[in-house]
């Protein structure tokens, strides 16, 4: 009897982190009770090797029911729980159309909202199209499908959950499977309830290294911010090798030459949807901010000189990312490395042409996605290399806020760290003739300290460099650049990677017990800070601790347990990089 507890047990587990649906636990059920009855009438009195063969059995089966029989594919509702009910119907140039409000009836959510045309068939891998209108009153209830990417099973999410965020709840409400589409192309807005008008607008654009992603996660929800009141707009774009793709043959079909964009295409066209129709909401088109993190933050520095944006919005954000630096440091490649990863594509795909790989179901590209998944100068979106516009002053926003995370780059190293064995050969594998100064810079003499130097050596290269380069050219173009430096520690992501998101966006939950009184006085600070910015481009408002801007880029802004001015303690590594580098003024 203990045995078949401790088995229903653990298939509990299981079940509960493999988000099987109801199905599963009902077989789930009948499995353990049918085993139990035949255990008891045929297996107690056989010899030791068929009554081990019998619990074989019954953990291979329900191994198979586990795997065979997964959760229901559902969309996510827009609001989770009970919603206070229907908003009022809004009319868009596509049609009317209504959302939702939250339990307290204090926003309003609009998911859903189609702001291109479904990018399949003959559209894969073309520029976005305008969206169909509709006829009658749609229900704006529920988000879209996530773009195509590579999924992983659930009981890996699981688990990374787990270890990653130390983050997991125990319900059965979210026991089904995300759908996936190439069908992504929509829009979802948060606003203040009520009537109003000429509300600040913030655009955001999730990050996911431009594989993966979705709209909906709960860090970057548009809720917090709506609760300040702004009116807060994200949305899918295409990712992968559906966004990212290049190829000659594209480029020649396309009236303006462009190929290897299309996920920065989606989101140049969902800022133009916001123009035209983000007054309908209350929202004013005339002062629009757009923000992202990490991939998402590259795609808003790219789009920040790209002439096709020029005009969509007034002032940006970015998070922990971006494309200035003269080699940056991820998410970018040159057009002709595209092209040649392209190539490689329609060889593995056995694929003679562009109109064979059109004709291949999405699927079939899913595991293309990691070959296919930076920014390129195409000389339509990007007319030149991003450094270089920067460089000359050709910046889009008035004024940014922008900045990253203590330990940047730890996650991207958990399993490849340094030691007092390696550090050594990592630091000239990358640095080559610059690597004696790089270790003078970081001495170490023990594993930890190698981890930590490590870390810091790695968060620099590829994420926080590329803000100090920003600073500079910001500053010689006489825009304020607002620069941070995120240093709050707490029970799940602390100051890792995209850690700062659940502080500026406002949404920390009021039940979760890994956070704590000082993290929810920083996220109120943090979400105030935001919300000035996207309101007047300053995020000050003289009651805050005075955030000024200087132009000496090398002091940051901390926010953590202590706020205010501090150094910029990477300035010894940015040296070393500028020099590799070639940076110019």
Known sequence: MLILTLISILFAILFELNKNGIAAWILLVLTLGMFSLVRYRYLLDKPWYVRGAGWLGLAAVLTAVMIFVPGPEKLRPAVEGENAGVTEVITVEQGQLTGVRTADGEVEV??????????????????????????????MDHFAPMSMQPQNSALYSSLAQIIGYHDYQVTLDDNFRDIASEDSLYLNIWRPAGSAEDLPVLVYIHGGSLKTGQPWYADYSGEGLARKGVIVVNMGYRLGVYGFYADPELAAESEHGTTGNYGLLDQIKALEWVRDNIAAFGGDPENVTLAGESA???????????????????????????????????????????????????????????????????????????????????????????????????INPEVVLHGYNKTEGAVFILFDNANMKNFEQKVRAYFGEYADEVLELYPVSSDDEAKAAWIDIYSAVLFNYGHY???????????????????????????????????????????SALYGDSDRELSGMMKKYFANFIRTGDPNDGILPEWNWSSDAGVVFELGDEIGITGDRFLGIYDILDRMQGWEE
């Open 110 to 139: 609009f998911a859903g909202i189609p702001y291109a045309a479904p990018p399949v068939g003959e559209l894969r891998w073309k520029e976005p199209q305008d969206p169909a209108a509709w006829e009658g009153v749609r229900a």
């Open 469 to 511: 380069c920003l600073s500079r050219q910001a500053f010689a173009a006489g825009i304020p650049a607002y620069e941070y430096f995120f240093t709050k520690n707490n029970g799940r992501l602390g100051y890792n990677h995209s850690g700062e998101q659940v502080y500026f966006y406002g949404n920390i939950p009021a039940d």
């Open 296 to 394: 998402g933050s590259v795609c808003v520095s790219a789009l920040c000189v790209s002439p096709l944006a020029r005009g969509l919005f007034r002032r940006a954000i970015m998070e922990s990312s971006t494309v200035n630096a003269k080699e940056p440091g991820h998410s970018y490649r040159s057009l002709d490395e595209a092209f040649e990863t392209g190539a490689q594509t329609k060889e593995r795909l056995g694929a003679a042409s562009l109109a064979q790989l059109r004709d291949l179901p999405a699927s079939a590209l899913a595991d293309e996605t990691e070959a296919h998944h930076h920014i390129t100068v195409d000389g339509y979106v990007l007319t030149e290399p991003p450094y270089e516009s920067y460089r000359k002053g050709l």
